[in-house]
């Protein structure tokens, strides 16, 4: 292997890993810090924000997350010769915490508060026993701002209005070493993209959970867009793949429309035991290289150059969240049905469209 690509892989197996040590530390930290909050303490320094929390199935969220199930096998991201499979076991494992900075509570019903999200998630094959990386990736932003304004009145459907503002967030998505090698094997004519690249999110939140266990129906409508305008989503070099492919990327919005209803009253379920249904609505760039396809007839591989060159994207879960009884604390692990429908999400092959997605999920919200 050339000695450039060996140098974008070893420094992104370093920044991962410490990354991942972040991660770890943070969970750490905000796990002890749980223990001692309490009514008196919602509010301060390295104090987690209770509002503007992502919601389950927000995609691009700091929840941590693994979740085993089946989706559509694709030459473009199988480790081994294609075989014709339609459906593969897969693995995802995603690590994700928001870093606590500050919070406080001011007049007539505002609250502010600073953190720092921070994601890190795994893509695995599952059809053989070395269950090898298909694709990682990072997130991270400099820092977000949260705004809550609660209403005070007697209309019980418009209870809150919540705001989540980052100015600037970065994305690095990288595939694995066995899937890079089986491409170059194969003599696929694109073995690596490099997706790298940062941006600001805004989001608003009409009745934002803001930590209750109550019966509540959310609304969330967010963008992103990317900050440099002069590059891509993605880059080509000329020794992983043909650079004519790349293609200036003119679309440097997504959008995305999330609900969230959560159920404490009623059939199967209790104050800590609350089910939820979570839905987002996705419509962002597809990357705009060609992926590889299969001729029905002849079963030759052959490049696809899709005419799209955005997606929308559905992602929906489906399950129960337990918390702890004293309603002061908010972490919760939650047991979820998961489907999703759209372009594959992933790294180098969001120009990939066609991809399903069921399985079972398991959330950790360490606030």
């Known amino acids: 292997m050339?000695?450039?690509?060996?140098?974008?892989?070893s420094k992104n197996y370093y920044l991962n890993f410490v990354i991942l040590l972040t991660l770890l530390f943070?969970?750490?930290y905000k796990c002890n810090a749980q223990q001692v909050c309490n009514e008196a303490s919602q509010f301060g320094w390295f104090v987690p924000v209770r509002f503007a929390r992502p919601f389950v199935a927000e995609m691009e969220s700091t929840l941590t997350k693994v979740e085993e199930g089946f989706g559509r096998a694709k030459e473009e991201y199988t480790h081994t010769k294609y075989k014709g499979t339609r459906m593969s076991p897969y693995l995802n494992v995603s690590l994700g915490t928001n870093i606590p900075i500050w919070?406080?509570?001011l007049k007539y019903g505002w609250f502010i508060g600073v953190d720092i999200p921070i994601a890190f998630h795994l893509w695995l094959d599952l059809k053989t026993m070395s269950a090898p990386v298909l694709n990682t990736d990072y997130r991270f932003a400099v820092g977000q701002i949260k705004v809550l304004k609660m209403f005070h009145h007697r209309n019980k459907y418009i209870k809150n209005l919540s705001i989540r503002f980052a100015p600037y967030n970065h994305e690095s998505t990288h595939i694995g070493d066995e899937l890079t090698v089986t491409r170059k094997e194969l003599g696929f004519p694109i073995t690596r993209v490099n997706v790298s690249y940062e941006y600001s999110e805004i989001s608003v939140c009409l009745n934002d959970p803001n930590g209750t266990r109550d019966?509540?129906?959310a609304l969330k409508v967010g963008m992103m867009a990317r900050n440099n305008l002069a590059k891509s989503w993605f880059k080509i070099y000329a020794n992983e793949g043909d650079t004519v492919y790349n293609r200036d990327m003119t679309n440097i919005f997504e959008f995305y429309l999330n609900y969230e209803w959560q159920r404490s009253k009623g059939w199967a379920v209790k104050d800590n035991m609350i089910n939820v249904l979570s839905a987002e609505i996705r419509n962002r760039a597809r990357y705009r290289y060609p992926t590889m396809d299969k001729d029905k007839t002849t079963g030759e591989l052959y490049l696809f150059d899709s005419p799209h060159t955005r997606a929308t994207c559905y992602n929906v879960y489906w399950g129960w969240k337990f918390l702890p009884k004293d309603r002061h604390y908010i972490n919760s692990v939650g047991f979820y049905l998961h489907g999703y429908y759209?372009?594959?999400?992933?790294?180098q092959f969001r120009n990939t469209g066609g991809y399903g997605y069921v399985g079972f999920s398991i959330v950790v919200d360490n606030f």
Request: net charge neutral; hydrophobic share 20%; no cysteine.
């Open 2 to 9: 050339n000695s450039k690509y060996s140098y974008y892989n």
């Open 26 to 28: 943070s969970i750490v």
């Open 103 to 105: 919070s406080t509570e």
């Open 215 to 217: 019966n509540n129906m």
């Open 342 to 347: 759209g372009i594959v999400p992933y790294g």
